[in-house]
C-alpha cells in the first residue's frame, strides 16, 4: 500500500479530514505517514468489538487496514521497541493478529 492510501486510511479511521495526518520525511530520508499507530488502536479496538458480531465485510476490512500498517509500524521501530511476540494477548483477537502479521513481514 502506498504512503498516500494509508494515509487516507489512517484519516477513515480516525474520522479526520483527508489531509489531517501529512506524511513526513524521517531522517534517513524515508517517508511514512502520521497517525498510523493511532489509526492501528482504534482498528484494534474496532476488531476486538466486532470480531463476534461484525459482519466478515467488516472483519476483511479491518485486517486489511491492519495489515497495511505492518510496513510503516517497522520502519518506525514499533517492532523493537515491542517485539511481535509481544503483541500476543488472550484478550484482543487485534492485537494478536498485529503480532501474527509483523512475524510474517519480518521473517
Same mark, same amino acid.
Not at 476486538?48 to 520502519?75: C, M, N, Q, W, Y
Given at each position: 500500500? &502506498?504512503?498516500?492510501?494509508?494515509?487516507?486510511?489512517?484519516?477513515?479511521? %480516525?474520522?479526520?479530514?483527508?489531509?489531517?495526518?501529512?506524511?513526513?520525511? %524521517?531522517?534517513?530520508?524515508?517517508?511514512?505517514?502520521?497517525?498510523?499507530?493511532?489509526? %492501528?488502536?482504534?482498528?484494534?479496538?474496532? =476488531?476486538?468489538?466486532? =470480531?463476534?458480531?461484525?459482519?466478515?465485510?467488516?472483519?476483511?476490512?479491518?485486517?486489511?487496514?491492519?495489515? &497495511?500498517?505492518?510496513?510503516?509500524?517497522?520502519?518506525?521501530?514499533? =517492532?523493537? %521497541?515491542?517485539?511481535?511476540?509481544?503483541? =500476543?494477548?488472550?484478550?484482543?483477537?487485534?492485537? &494478536?493478529?498485529?503480532?501474527?502479521?509483523?512475524?510474517?513481514?519480518?521473517?
Amino acid at each position: 500500500m &502506498s504512503n498516500e492510501a494509508l494515509q487516507e486510511t489512517n484519516n477513515k479511521a %480516525l474520522g479526520t479530514a483527508a489531509g489531517t495526518f501529512p506524511i513526513v520525511t %524521517l531522517p534517513d530520508g524515508r517517508k511514512v505517514p502520521t497517525g498510523t499507530v493511532g489509526a %492501528l488502536l482504534v482498528n484494534i479496538k474496532a =476488531f476486538d468489538e466486532g =470480531f463476534d458480531e461484525g459482519s466478515e465485510e467488516d472483519r476483511v476490512r479491518l485486517e486489511l487496514a491492519i495489515r &497495511s500498517a505492518i510496513p510503516t509500524l517497522h520502519k518506525i521501530g514499533m =517492532f523493537d %521497541l515491542f517485539a511481535p511476540d509481544e503483541w =500476543f494477548s488472550q484478550s484482543s483477537t487485534g492485537r &494478536s493478529l498485529v503480532g501474527q502479521l509483523a512475524k510474517d513481514y519480518i521473517a
